[in-house]
């Protein structure tokens, strides 16, 4: 899989679907993804696997969706 390493905050704009193919990890390094509205998708595909570490979610909420057969895994994540 891949690693992806935050050096700020990162911001999703509106309305955005995240479609997940293989094993991805996010490692927040202490810092924030936001989402600027609440009508998004995670999409993670089956036998994929998408890792939040070490992060604070905004808006995680509302008419989010989280679909697909695969994987997401929060360690140590805040969300807000």
């Known amino acids: 899989g891949y690693t992806m390493f935050l050096g700020s905050d990162v911001t999703i704009p509106a309305s955005r679907s995240i479609h997940i193919v293989g094993d991805l990890t996010i490692d927040g390094c202490g810092y924030s993804v936001n989402f600027a509205d609440e009508f998004w998708e995670i999409y993670v595909q089956d036998g994929s ?16 969706q989280i679909t697909g057969c ?11």
């Open 49 to 64: 696997t998408l890792t939040l570490r070490n992060l604070t979610l905004r808006g995680w909420m509302g008419n989010c």
């Open 70 to 80: 695969g994987i997401i895994i929060l360690q140590d994540c805040v969300i807000d």
